[in-house]
């Protein structure tokens, strides 16, 4: 049940998500190394993580649930390409231009 057949189309794809996981993650250190003082860089990071990690189990949950329900993959495909569009859109605002100056 994949959308795609050819083994090196999906490795070149997940080796280009991989790469923007990567810019991601660089790019948010950088902002919270920024912003946040020292004596508590590392609290902050330990939430920021604890709060990303305990959404992951929901999320599957949620996605296992729409699917059994409706059977719709595409839907699902949908539904993860709206949430990308949201973080692109919201790139933008002003988290995105603080500046440590």
Request: proline share 3%.
């Given at each position: 049940?994949?959308?795609i057949d050819n083994i090196w189309l999906i490795a070149l794809l997940w080796a280009v998500s991989?790469?923007?996981?990567?810019?991601?993650?660089?790019?948010?250190?950088?902002?919270?190394?920024?912003?946040?003082?020292?004596?508590?860089?590392?609290?902050?990071?330990?939430?920021?993580?604890?709060?990303?990690?305990?959404?992951?189990?929901?999320?599957?949950?949620?996605?296992g649930l729409i699917f059994e329900k409706t059977?719709?993959?595409?839907?699902?495909?949908?539904?993860?390409?709206?949430?990308?569009?949201?973080?692109?859109?919201?790139?933008?605002?002003?988290?995105?231009?603080?500046?440590?100056?």
């Amino acid at each position: 049940m994949s959308l795609i057949d050819n083994i090196w189309l999906i490795a070149l794809l997940w080796a280009v998500s991989q790469g923007c996981c990567a810019i991601v993650v660089v790019s948010f250190f950088t902002l919270r190394q920024r912003t946040v003082s020292m004596e508590f860089l590392s609290r902050t990071v330990a939430i920021t993580r604890a709060v990303t990690f305990l959404a992951m189990p929901f999320s599957a949950a949620i996605s296992g649930l729409i699917f059994e329900k409706t059977g719709n993959f595409p839907l699902l495909i949908w539904m993860g390409s709206a949430v990308m569009l949201l973080g692109i859109l919201l790139y933008h605002r002003p988290l995105a231009s603080v500046s440590g100056e």
